[in-house]
C-alpha cells in the first residue's frame, strides 16, 4: 500500500508559468511534509516542507499548500524558470524521533524557455 | 559545511566480494539514513540510526550490515550481493524530530551507484 502518491509522472511547463505538482497521502499520521528535488545523478536537494498545524508556508517562488482534510498538498513555483527542470519528490513524516519519511514516486517537471 | 559526503560514487563488485559504503557529516546531525533507489524510483529507507542506535530496520536482507561508529560516520557493509541490488545508495542526515508537527529535512549525499556483476 503507497501511503504517498504523486499521480503525475510528468509536467511541462512554458517558463515564467505557474507549475503545480500535487501529492496525495493517505496515512493521517503524518504531520510534517517536505519536498525535494532531484537532478540526474545527484542526492534529493530540500526545498520545502510544512508542518500539519499549518496550511500553506511560503519561500521565495516556492509555496506548499496543505489540505489535512483532502489529506493533499500541492507545490507551486512561480515563476517557473528553466533550471526548475528536475525530479520533484513530496515525503511525508511521522512524528517519531528517527525522522523516517515516506516517499511519492516523483513527479519530472520540465520548464521550456 | 552542509553537506554529506559519500564515498566512492562508483563501485563494481562481483557477488562474492565484501566491499563498505562511507558517509560523512559534520552538521552535527543526530540521525543518519541509508536509503537504496531504483531508476525512476523513490528513494527507500533501509536503516535509520538515531543517536548512534539502530532505530529503524525496514527488513533489509543480512547481506547489508550497517554500521555507526561516531557521530559523523556511517557506513553500509556489503557482502554476498546479488545483482538485483544493483542501484544508487544514498546516505542521509538529520536532527532527530522533536515533537508533533516539527520536522526537520534530511541532507543527502550524491549516492554511491552500486553495480553488482
Not at chain 1, 34 to 55: M, N, Q, V
Not at chain 2, 25 to 41: D, F, P, S, T, V
Request: with cysteine; hydrophobic share 30%; aromatic share 10%.
Amino acid at each position: 500500500d503507497q501511503q504517498v502518491k504523486q499521480n503525475s509522472p510528468s509536467l511541462s511547463v512554458q517558463e515564467g508559468r505557474i507549475s503545480i505538482l500535487n501529492c496525495d497521502y493517505t496515512n493521517s499520521m503524518f504531520d510534517y511534509f517536505l519536498w525535494y528535488k532531484k537532478y540526474p545523478a545527484e542526492g534529493p536537494t530540500f526545498l520545502i516542507s510544512i508542518s500539519s498545524i499549518k496550511d500553506k508556508n511560503e519561500d521565495g517562488r516556492f509555496t506548499v499548500f496543505l489540505n489535512k482534510s483532502a489529506k493533499h498538498l500541492s507545490l507551486h513555483i512561480v515563476p517557473s524558470q528553466p533550471g526548475d527542470s528536475a525530479v520533484y519528490f513530496c515525503a511525508a513524516s511521522l512524528n517519531t524521533n528517527a525522522g523516517k519519511s515516506t516517499f511519492g514516486d516523483g513527479t519530472t517537471l520540465t520548464v521550456k524557455p | 559545511d552542509t553537506e554529506v559526503t559519500q564515498t566512492p560514487k562508483h563501485l563494481v563488485m562481483g557477488m562474492t566480494n565484501k566491499k563498505s559504503l562511507k558517509c560523512e557529516q559534520h552538521m552535527g546531525h543526530r540521525a543518519m539514513y541509508w536509503y537504496k533507489q531504483k531508476a525512476k524510483k523513490p528513494p527507500e529507507l533501509m536503516f535509520v540510526y538515531s543517536y548512534e542506535k539502530l532505530s529503524i530496520n525496514e527488513s533489509v536482507p543480512s547481506r547489508f550490515s550497517p554500521e555507526c561508529p561516531n557521530s559523523s560516520l556511517l557506513n553500509l557493509h556489503l557482502h554476498a550481493l546479488q545483482p538485483e541490488d544493483s542501484a544508487l545508495y544514498l546516505c542521509a542526515s538529520s536532527q532527530p524530530r522533536t515533537g508533533a508537527g516539527l520536522g526537520t529535512e534530511a541532507f543527502f549525499g550524491q549516492g554511491t551507484r552500486l553495480t553488482v556483476v
